[in-house]
T-cell receptor
Framework: DTEVTQTPKHLVMGMTNKKSLKCEQH?????MYWYKQKAKKPPELMFV???????INESVPSRFSPECPNSSLLNLHLHALQPEDSALYLC????????????FGSGTQLSVL | AQKITQTQPGMFVQEKEAVTLDCTYD???????LFWYKQPSSGEMIFLIY??????QNATEGRYSLNFQKARKSANLVISASQLGDSAMYFC?????????????FGSGTRLQVQP
């Protein structure tokens, strides 16, 4: 199994809603990532988890709250988002070696109204 | 300063021809890794090819090859025998493990359109 599965594929939410994005992998990878991608732009790193501990937070606003409940799952909790947070949210995983490739999910397309 | 630079926002190529997508990079990490990913309109990022900074030979993966010129800090992707399904966005990316940045940093991308 070489897949990273993200749910939901599409999400529309209001600015007062609370929602969660989910990501799952069964490749035994111990590093997991959240990236944000605006239209026609490259992915931008948000968070990195290594061995279920948060190792990088790229100064992301607190309305985004990551969680890694176990080595296969990664969540991104969303609360009080702004319309400018509308984007494609990509999850990825990798081995923890120095130059391991990242395996990406197909993303969640988020629209904030 | 940009870590990864892709100077071609868009490229056209005729089906069955070869195309080169440019990528230059900047790093002080001696043991970096360079990656190319393809992103079709469906959104997923598909790994194509990897080149390590200490690799002596250029990487190849099927129709993909990487023209690695370390002194020039360039890592161009060559796609041979283009197919219609190659139409997509292509991102060059770098990993700098010795700086602690084991996540990928991406260039701005090149949109490739293959014409029949």
């Amino acid at each position: 199994d070489t897949e990273v599965t993200q749910t939901p594929k599409h999400l529309v939410m209001g600015m007062t809603n609370k929602k969660s994005l989910k990501c799952e992998q069964h490749m035994g990878h111990r590093a997991m990532y959240w990236y944000k991608q605006k239209a026609k732009k490259p992915p931008e790193l948000m968070f990195v988890y290594s061995y279920e501990k948060l190792s990088i937070n790229e100064s992301v606003p607190s309305r985004f709250s990551p969680e890694c409940p176990n080595s296969s799952l990664l969540n991104l909790h969303l609360h009080a988002l702004q319309p400018e947070d509308s984007a494609l949210y990509l999850c990825a995983s990798s081995q923890t070696g120095a130059n391991e490739k990242l395996f990406f999910g197909s993303g969640t397309q988020l629209s904030v109204l | 300063a940009q870590k990864i630079t892709q100077t071609q926002p868009g490229m056209f190529v005729q089906e069955k021809e070869a195309v080169t997508l440019d990528c230059t990079y900047d790093t002080s990490d001696p043991s970096y890794g360079l990656f190319w990913y393809k992103q079709p309109s469906s959104g997923e990022m598909i790994f194509l090819i990897y080149q390590g900074s200490y690799d002596q030979q250029n990487a190849t993966e099927g129709r993909y090859s990487l023209n690695f010129q370390k002194a020039r800090k360039s890592a161009n992707l060559v796609i041979s025998a283009s197919q219609l399904g190659d139409s997509a966005m292509y991102f060059c990316a770098m990993r700098e493990p010795d700086t602690g940045r084991r996540a990928l940093t991406f260039g701005s991308g090149t949109r490739l359109q293959v014409q029949p």
